[in-house]
């Protein structure tokens, strides 16, 4: 029965995401797909020639499509004649490996979700990238003098690249366009920048079309890029957007330090001048190369950053990819090891029928050792992507194990807070209990104990609104509202999706284990009461018998004892009478007697109220002279030093309770008394080896009550054990330091 | 996706669909109109294939013909005309069989009949006008024999009644850009009509067949057909290229030009300088055998040997002219004695170069074998080119 976890407050986000209507939304990500497919059409081209290359009849095809007076005829005969003057090998696998790459990493980031800016501009300036410096494919471009369309389309498209590869390096990687000016000098700025970019144009002015591409984009987009990140980098913001912006600044200097170094140099020159307007087939390898490789710098940086910072959730593509990728390696490596490796080396190489058994072989590898693979590349994929933190799965599988064994035990919260905050990759979790009308922060995670927020109260059904938080999810269980977790990721920064639901799920576990914790805090507070209470009562007990003992001692003796001595002078008078005095004696006698009994008895029950002796000696004096008293006879052994009050009149008092029950119950026995410290506290044991008393028989009685509630009242515990024919064993044990009330639930 | 990104998405948007939707293609592939390639461009050398690829169509009245030259530095024309054929008739057999097999025998007879006949794109006074202006003549009158312009230089569609029916010469639009459309009228009789490139003679020509109830012939397979065509031609110009390259022809060395015996019978010319990067140290004495053509250094960029001036007049393209003075190392005149002791091979020593100024061999009167030597005095890359054809460049890196 799921919780309800009805209301989610998300703070709102800085303002930097105005709401994008659908239209266009579908728009850019149609535009999106479309500038994907222009570049990977342009890509193709030179792959085209590549294979037009190695292969005469691709090539004699071309030519005829070449002869058709169409714009495709156009692009088949540039295919056709740059396939003379295609690159090698290696250097044509380079090429179409950078620009698969970058168009890879472009339909990587298509799958952000709307509301990270620099993603999408990232993805086009990638797909730029893979298109103007694939050698291979700017080649076949060059082939033919183009017709006016032809450059509007080839160059546009480029200098489209260019600038949104230089606004992804601008507003990378927040979103916001820098620096915070005013609108308009801050685009006078970009003016500027703008007319600082044409410089190269202009001195480059000589070298043919494609080179000067080539350098503006490389010298002149790092440049901005670099500029942007280095104001970004300087101004306060969260240490992750500081480090990217670091990351980057580094890339594109490096990147723009090499374009520079090349423009100086003059490698374009290496590419052969278009000679005064005719054809040229020459490629200008060395300047491609050297570009490819600055421009190869900033998305292996970027995406180094990515991984490192968790900026776009590319988390599930990438672990899904290398789990795939790594899956189907898995299987082709069976079956090449199986079909053709074992197939070669048993059956010898070229027997084409037996390699059936052997693929069913494979198949059957395969099938069996699918599903641990897959787990095997699962685990190790996630390791990599993700490093320490877990899996969002792992934190919700993790999370309901400690809530199922951890109770309500004191570090719960903690624990719930951890989990939390690795989880969503946060800065800082926090859990909040809902306790009398009051939202108050439970536990912290990273723990932090000299900086607690303040408790809230609760007003509406709903969680207050809590500052400075990121995300905050409503913990209810059963409809109740028993707490918040709350998480406070870097500035700027907002939940993924994938962090969002988890959050959710970790809410409506979380109900149950609060409410215990709720339940537990608040029976703790009962227990605390209530021995407070017993303490007090016992306390009270005790105060009144002082006083009760006090009041005797100082009234009722005192004047019995002054009783006495006046009987004494009587003796003496009587004494000195002539006559028969010796009735008179006799009856003094025994009033003196009578009197010192009577104060004897005093005496005792002021003792058995309070003993004096125990609060001036301790207890093995008292102990000691009750046990000289006894009936049966008692073996002491008390060698203890000096305990508080209340500690000692609780020994002293079991103690007594035991040897009175020995005396009434026990018949003939010896009695052996033991006191010691032991395990911090006061330990007392009364063991009689008489005829017992079968506990069932027997109400426990007052005394046996008297027992358990003066030692309970002070934490203590309490164990008789009696056998009928064995004995009794009376065993009590007191800490000497109350501790809070702790709660064991069974 | 913020405002920002949104906005620079949208005007990149924006541009590319502008550029797509303004810029329109260039394709012209209407069910009426079939294209033959005139002249050929090889993607493996820079020449020039004289002839029209295919060399046989099929249309039907209405449709329009458009031929598609790409320029290797030769103009060329398309000529028709019921004089055309007729002065072709004596030899007409061996042109069909030229047609289809690309064999070319020595010249046929009648052949110097149908020379005199019809205009020559030259002159002695240069250019003649009748050949190289539009000419549409329904009269032997309209055709003039003074190598002035045709009084009537504006086409109408073919019909096949015309005298004379010729482009004149298919202006340069730039590289592979060309063209020119040849309307067939409805009213034209089903037939047979030969025509040619009044520069470069009748086997740089073809034939038409009009036909009312046949059907015309497809573009792809006139496009399989026209490949086959050139490669067939070019055969020959490959092998003996491939052997100037590695060093294996008749001529060792720096060669400008190409070809020997073996290409004696091809109508095509490969424009190549071999090897295209010849090194050399200062003061060293660099040597190019000529086969043909010049080598240029320091010239304006490239310019097409011939333009249409405003009245219609074809001239020589002047930014090629020489200095007054010439250009040194222009080479002896020719004789015109054909019984005087052969003046070849000439060795032309053009002296010393330092790159600067203009330089330039002449073009005209070498003869196979001839040479011509410059040596550079200063370290540098001298690129250089052929003054006609755009394709041949090459370069000397001096250290």
């Known amino acids: 029965m799921p919780d309800e976890v009805s209301e989610v407050q998300s703070s709102p986000a800085p303002p930097r995401s105005l709401p994008i209507s659908r239209k266009a939304l579908f728009a850019l990500r149609a535009f999106y797909v479309a500038f994907f497919l222009v570049t990977l059409t342009l890509v193709s081209f030179g792959i085209a020639a590549k294979v037009a290359s190695w292969s005469p009849s691709f090539h004699d095809q071309l030519h005829i499509w070449g002869l058709e007076p169409t714009q495709w005829g156009r692009v088949a005969l540039r295919i056709a004649d740059s396939s003379h003057t295609t690159e090698s090998t290696p250097q044509f696998a380079l090429d179409t490996g950078f620009s698969l790459v970058n168009l890879g990493l472009a339909a990587f980031l298509y799958r952000i979700k709307a509301g990270h800016a620099a993603a999408p501009l990232l993805g086009f300036a990638l797909m730029g990238t893979a298109a103007v410096f694939n050698l291979q494919a700017q080649a076949v471009y060059e082939a033919l003098p183009s017709s006016r369309f032809e450059i509007v389309f080839h160059d546009g498209f480029h200098v489209a690249a260019a600038f949104t590869y230089a606004m992804a390096m601008v507003v990378f990687p927040d979103g916001h366009l820098v620096p915070r000016w005013q609108r308009v000098p801050r685009l006078g700025l970009y003016a500027v920048a703008v007319a600082i970019l044409l410089i190269p144009v202009a001195l480059l002015r000589d070298a043919p079309r494609n080179v000067v591409l080539v350098m503006v984009f490389g010298i002149g987009v790092p440049l901005v890029g670099a500029a942007a990140q280095a104001y970004r980098y300087r101004r306060p913001g969260t240490e992750a957007n500081r480090q990217l912006s670091r990351l980057l600044l580094i890339a594109l200097g490096v990147a723009a330090a090499i374009g520079l170094w090349a423009l100086l140099t003059g490698l374009q020159r290496s590419a052969e001048p278009a000679f005064q307007g005719r054809d040229v087939q020459v490629l200008p390898v060395q300047l491609y190369r050297v570009f490819q490789l600055a421009l190869s710098i900033v998305p292996l940086a970027l995406f180094a950053g990515i991984f490192r910072y968790r900026l776009f959730s590319v988390d599930k593509l990438v672990t899904r990819t290398l789990v795939y990728g790594a899956l189907a390696g898995f299987v082709s490596a069976v079956y090449v090891v199986v079909v053709v490796g074992v197939g070669g080396i048993i059956l010898g190489s070229g027997s084409g029928r037996a390699n059936l058994p052997l693929s069913i072989a494979a198949t059957f590898i395969v099938a069996v050792g699918f599903e641990p693979a897959k787990g095997r590349m699962e685990r190790v994929a996630n390791r990599l992507v993700y490093g320490r933190r877990a899996t969002p799965y792992e934190v919700l599988s993790e999370f309901s194990t400690r809530v199922a064994e951890a109770a309500a035990t004191e570090d719960l919260l903690e624990r719930m807070a951890h989990v939390l905050a690795d989880g969503t990759g946060a800065d800082r979790a926090d859990v909040w209990l809902a306790v009398d009308n009051e939202l108050r922060p439970a536990a912290t995670w990273p723990p932090n104990p000299t900086h607690t927020a303040a408790p809230l109260p609760i007003v509406a059904p709903t969680i207050p609104w809590i500052n400075d938080v990121t995300n905050a999810v409503a913990v209810r269980h059963q409809g109740e509202l028993f707490g918040a977790l709350t998480v406070t990721k870097p500035a700027n920064e907002e939940l993924t999706t994938t962090e969002e639901n988890l959050m959710n799920d970790l809410g409506r576990q979380a109900g149950l284990a609060l409410r215990n914790v709720r339940l537990t805090t608040e029976l703790r507070s009962r227990l605390e009461e209530l021995r407070a209470s017993r303490q007090r009562i016992v306390a009270a007990g005790d105060e009144e018998r002082r006083r009760l003992e006090r009041n005797l001692h100082d009234g009722a003796q005192q004047e019995l004892v002054a009783v006495k001595v006046q009987l004494a002078i009587a003796e003496d008078m009587a004494d000195e009478l002539e006559g028969d005095t010796a009735p008179l004696l006799e009856l003094l006698e025994r009033l003196k007697g009578q009197t010192g009994e009577a104060l004897e008895n005093l005496r005792d029950l002021a003792r058995g109220i309070y003993p004096p002796l125990l609060a001036a000696e301790g207890l093995r004096v008292a102990l000691s002279a009750q046990a000289r008293k006894a009936s049966v006879e008692i073996e002491l052994d008390a060698n203890v030093g000096r305990f508080n009050q209340e500690i000692e009149a609780a020994v002293y008092f079991c103690c007594l309770e035991a040897f009175q029950n020995i005396a009434k119950y026990a018949g003939d026995c010896s009695v052996t008394a033991t006191i010691r410290e032991v395990d911090e506290g006061v330990e007392f044991v009364v063991e009689d080896t008489g005829c017992g008393f079968d506990r069932s028989q027997v109400a426990a009685g007052m005394g046996g009550r008297n027992m358990a509630d003066r030692l309970e009242a002070l934490d203590g515990t309490i164990d008789i054990d009696s056998t009928p024919g064995h004995g009794t064993r009376v065993r009590g044990w007191i800490p000497l330091e109350l501790k809070p009330a702790a709660v064991e639930l069974p | ?399």
């Not at chain 2, 029209?52 to 329009?64: A, D, H, I, L, S």
């Not at chain 2, 003074?146 to 096949?160: E, I, M, R, V």
């Not at chain 2, 020719?334 to 091979?345: E, R």
């Open chain 2, 1 to 399: 996706m913020n405002a920002t990104a949104t906005r620079t998405v949208a005007f990149v948007g924006a541009l590319c669909v502008a550029v797509t939707v303004f810029s329109g293609c260039n394709s012209s592939g209407s069910a009426n109109t079939l294209t033959i390639q005139a002249d050929y461009a090889h993607d493996e050398f820079a020449g020039s294939l004289f002839g029209f690829f295919p060399n046989k169509v099929t249309v039907k009245p209405g449709m329009t013909l458009k031929f598609h030259q790409t320029w290797t530095g030769e103009p060329h024309t398309v000529t028709l005309g019921t004089r055309v054929t007729e002065l072709a008739a004596p030899f007409r057999d061996e042109l069909d069989g030229y047609f289809d097999t690309g064999e070319l025998g020595g010249e046929p007879e009648g052949y110097e009949g149908f020379s005199n006949g019809l205009p020559f794109f030259f002159s002695e006074q240069g250019v003649n006008q009748t050949a190289a202006q539009p000419c549409l003549a329904r009269t032997a009158a309209q055709l003039p024999a003074d190598g002035s312009a045709c009084p009537n230089t504006t086409l109408a569609p073919f019909d096949g009644t015309e005298v004379y029916y010729s482009s004149g010469f298919i202006p340069f639009e730039g590289s592979r850009g060309n063209t020119f459309d040849l309307p067939i009228s409805s009213d034209t009789k089903p037939g047979t009509y030969l025509y040619y490139c009044n520069l470069h003679g009748a086997p740089m020509g073809g034939e038409i067949t009009v036909t009312a109830d046949g059907a015309a012939s497809k573009q792809s397979a006139l496009n399989r057909q026209a490949k086959r065509e050139a490669d067939r031609m070019a055969e020959a110009l490959l092998e003996v290229y491939r052997d100037e390259k590695a060093g294996r022809a008749k001529f060792k060395g720096n060669i400008a030009g190409s070809g020997d015996e073996r290409t004696a019978d091809v109508f095509g010319v490969v424009n190549e300088f071999t090897p295209r990067t010849i090194r050399a140290a200062v003061g060293e004495k660099v040597t190019w055998t000529m086969i043909g053509h010049n080598l240029s250094f320091n010239v304006p960029p490239y310019a097409p040997i011939f333009i249409v001036k405003d009245g219609g007049e074809v001239a020589f393209n002047n930014q090629l002219d020489e200095p007054a003075g010439g250009w040194p190392g222009r080479a002896p005149p020719l004789s015109d004695d054909p019984d005087a002791p052969p003046p070849h091979p000439v060795h032309v020593e053009a002296g010393n170069f330092d790159g600067s100024g203009g330089f330039k061999s002449n073009g005209t009167g070498w003869a196979t074998g001839d040479t011509y030597s410059i040596t550079f005095t200063k370290k540098g890359t001298y690129p250089y080119a052929c003054i006609v054809h755009p394709g041949m460049i090459g370069k000397v890196v001096v250290k």
